[in-house]
């Protein structure tokens, strides 16, 4: 790209440059992808330390993504009256406290208390996607937002690949190689030293990570960054202006798009420790070494996810973002058929190459659907990050699924892989709509 097109990228028609912002309010996209993607191991590891079935270990998704829903109204309406630094500075101090809540919650010994402390750390997750995705928008010319959007986005990924490491080698290599059926055999007093042992290994990793967030908290707070395009205080009218949103087709077809986004995405990356693990079992590992290369499988996906954000960024410079929406997303029902009637490895195979597709379609639906609605796009950026709700409700759905063992002589496991190809038939119907109507 040539130094004139950078910066059309980030520099307004009233000459205000917005480089500098744009890069540091794109670390904070890295910051949640590290969050997101140290969490969704999680769901495995909570599930053996406290003898859980996956349903009852996926509570955590319910309660991630379910404060994202809770607090994205309150950020959008704080970032309307304030400002979106305001906004990214309370999620940062919000995403760091909540961190640190993971060490009283390990002197309990219990799993609601750690439960409550993603609750507040996605609290500060929503504050910050709330106020970054529409600032990164409003940071230079409207005809080339969704392009700016996918760029920093594309780091999202690199903060995913950081969570997922810090997951495998903090947390999964150190914990208790006892299996589930090990642990259930230990007498009280044994099953508690190890349980408490693997509890503080996990929280002191969330507690390393919370001192870091508080760090760049300060660095946020004592730079200087400017309101953005369409940021002002204004006449909040939250119901007149709810109502043009839900009038406009574009918008409201790209919140339900996002709800079936966010819950594929989650399924795809949390449950392929439970798609790999007997696949590799049956080749004769043990339990832990299983989920260790399946969650290294995951790594994989999210390799091929990053590298695929910097290509698709590249293609929406030629390509129709509604067309690429679209054809991506019935790739990925093709490769989730392979996932669903495979055995063995080439069915995850297929698993990590649905990332590829996944890439691009969090933020060109997010620009997509907030294309035109001006200084709406504060209250619309709320639903959007609202409707990341189908990352609390869709993965409870398929661990309900992956308990039953087997369905119909089926591993449950692989048939639970037809949610997601159902959440990207909506995707590849909302791209296409795009593409050949206009709103």
Request: glycine share 8%.
């Given at each position: ?21 744009f ?27 406290f ?9 955590i ?64 997750l929503s ?45 999964q ?137 910097f ?13 690429l ?24 195979y ?21 294309e ?5 796009a504060k ?13 609390s ?15 119909a ?12 190809m ?6 590849a ?11």
């Open positions: 790209m040539s130094a004139k097109n950078n910066t059309s990228l980030f520099k307004t028609s009233a000459g205000i440059n917005y480089l500098i912002p890069i540091l309010v794109t670390s904070c996209f890295a910051l949640w992808g590290f969050a997101n993607d140290l969490t969704h191991p999680m769901v495995k590891a909570f599930s053996k330390i003898q859980m079935s996956v349903t009852e270990g996926a509570l998704q319910v309660t991630f993504y379910g404060g994202y829903f809770a607090m994205a109204l309150p950020a959008a309406l704080f970032v309307r009256k304030f400002s979106y630094k305001s906004g990214i500075v309370l999620g940062l101090g919000l995403y760091a406290l909540g961190a640190l809540l993971f060490v009283p919650a390990c002197h309990t010994g219990s799993y609601y208390p750690f439960l409550a402390a993603y609750f507040v750390l996605t609290c500060g504050f910050l996607e709330t106020s970054a995705n529409p600032y990164i928008l409003s940071m230079g010319p409207s005809e080339t937002a969704t392009q700016r959007l996918n760029l920093a986005q594309a780091f999202n990924p690199i903060g995913s690949l950081m969570g997922m490491f810090a997951a495998i080698y903090f947390i290599a150190r914990i208790s190689p006892l299996s589930t059926e090990e642990r259930a055999l230990l007498d009280p007093a044994q099953y508690e030293a190890v349980k408490n042992s693997d509890l503080t290994i996990l929280s002191n990793t969330y507690a390393e990570l919370g001192l870091v967030i508080a760090v760049i908290f300060v660095l946020v707070l004592l730079v200087r960054m400017p309101k953005g395009e369409s940021a002002d205080s204004g006449d909040l009218r939250i119901s007149a202006t709810f109502g043009r949103l839900f009038r406009n087709p574009r918008y409201r077809e790209g919140v339900i798009a996002q709800f079936f986004y966010v819950g594929a995405q989650v399924m795809c990356w949390t449950f392929i420790i439970q798609y790999g693990t007997p696949v590799f079992m049956a080749e004769g590992m043990t339990e832990q070494a299983a989920e260790v290369l399946s969650q290294k499988y995951n790594i994989a996906a999210m390799v091929f996810f990053c590298a695929s954000r290509i698709c960024t590249y293609l929406l410079r030629y390509i129709n973002p509604g067309k929406l679209s054809l991506l997303a019935v790739v990925a029902c093709a490769l989730l058929a392979g996932v669903v009637f495979s055995d063995g490895r080439f069915g995850l297929c698993l990590v190459l649905v990332s590829a597709c996944m890439s691009l379609m969090f933020p060109t639906i997010y620009g997509m659907a907030l035109g609605t001006g200084d709406d209250i619309g950026a709320a639903g959007l990050i609202m409707a990341i709700l189908g990352g409700i869709l993965p409870p759905v398929q661990a309900g699924i992956i308990d039953l063992g087997t369905i002589g089926f591993p449950a496991v692989n048939l639970s892989y037809f949610l997601p159902i959440c990207f038939v909506v995707i119907v909302y791209g296409y709509r795009n593409k050949v109507k206009r709103y």
